[in-house]
């Protein structure tokens, strides 16, 4: 199985951030379906409407029943319990585990209870996992599924045929964003208050990163790395992390934008003052680590201080980027020739 990072880390050179291209073209999309379905395999979508969020994708065809079960003697409660909602990927483990009540929690991902990957390991190991498919997920009588927007449409479509409403979670690249997108993801499983408070503890979290950064002087120019030199300019949320915790972003004072990647020429004429490497830990021995063996790589490492920041605290993009954040900032070496 393909490591977490490989599934949304740039595997070319620089583009534009934000820029979406395939199926990942649903992460541009103000469209939000709803859709009324049964588990018929020609069900179709009957309604739509917009969502003033840029970037978060749902498919809901999932509630049709709740309205009929006060029609049909049901218990009250059956029409106002929360969704039972499930998770098929590290990234939408954190936002079900950090957001949803644990009594709505069905499944979560093969990856959630790996301390390495996720922030809720313990929490994870309270539920089932799930490889997400949809035989599984109605027999666990899922309503709601979070993913990524990298997940294959014909699996998010078969999820909607079997009545199954999925939410396709962006990459939002700054701390608004994440914002909004933790409020919306909690809005869809109607935990709103918890989503208040989880942007609340990462606005308070980056507030005190600000005024660390302003005693702490010059800040350090950090260079940061995946394993196959993939990297991280201006418009990121790599970027906006770094910021945060007091450095500065070497692919952003080289003018790059978005995702891309450094070339060993480049590397040679850098002079970081620090070394910050994510996922380092998850390439094995794969032609993804040909960069990180290099010797000019190498030397670059020896010469430096590096911090390789846990998977877990930016496995993806959320309100846990302050916790990366604080994470760096506690080991920050000082510019050159600043304090």
């Not at 070319?12 to 049964?38: E, L, M």
């Not at 209870?113 to 809720?120: E, I, N, V, Y």
């Not at 995946?226 to 080289?254: E, H, K, Y």
Request: hydrophobic share 45%.
């Amino acid at each position: 199985m393909a490591s977490p990072w490989s599934t949304w880390r740039p595997t070319t050179s620089w583009t534009t951030a934000g820029s979406c291209s395939g199926a990942s073209k649903i992460c541009s999309t103000n469209a939000t379906r709803r859709c009324w379905a049964t588990a018929e395999p020609n069900a179709e979508s009957i309604s739509a409407r917009v969502t003033g969020f840029k970037g978060l994708a749902v498919i809901d065809c999932g509630r049709w029943w709740r309205p009929l079960a006060l029609v049909l003697g049901l218990s009250p409660l059956a029409a106002l319990a929360l969704p039972r909602a499930a998770s098929l990927t590290p990234c939408a483990d954190q936002y079900l585990l950090g957001l949803a009540d644990p009594s709505q929690i069905v499944a979560v991902s093969n990856y959630a209870t790996d301390p390495g990957q996720s922030l809720f390991a313990a929490e994870a190991r309270r539920y089932p996992s799930t490889r997400g498919g949809g035989e599984e997920l109605v027999a666990l009588r899922v309503e709601v599924v979070l993913t990524d927007r990298w997940m294959p449409l014909p699996v998010t479509e078969r999820l909607e045929r079997f009545g199954i409403r999925v939410v396709q979670i962006p990459l939002p690249e700054t701390w608004d964003d994440i914002a909004a997108t933790t409020r919306a993801i909690a809005a869809e499983l109607e935990r709103p208050e918890q989503g208040a408070a989880r942007v609340a503890d990462m606005r308070a979290r980056l507030v005190r990163l600000a005024a660390r950064r302003e005693a702490a002087g010059q800040a350090p120019l950090a260079a940061y790395f995946l394993p196959d030199g993939g990297s991280a300019g201006s418009g990121t949320f790599i970027d906006a992390v770094l910021r945060a915790a007091g450095a500065r972003n070497l692919a952003a004072t080289l003018g790059r934008n978005g995702w891309g990647t450094f070339n060993l020429e480049q590397l040679t004429l850098a002079a970081p003052d620090v070394v910050v490497t994510g996922f380092f830990d998850q390439g094995g021995d794969t032609l993804r680590m040909a960069f990180a063996r290099h010797p000019v790589f190498q030397r670059l490492l020896a010469g430096v201080p590096t911090i390789a920041v846990p998977d877990r605290y930016w496995i993806c993009s959320g309100w846990f980027l302050a916790e990366a954040a604080e994470y760096i900032a506690e080991r920050l070496p000082a510019a050159a020739g600043g304090l």
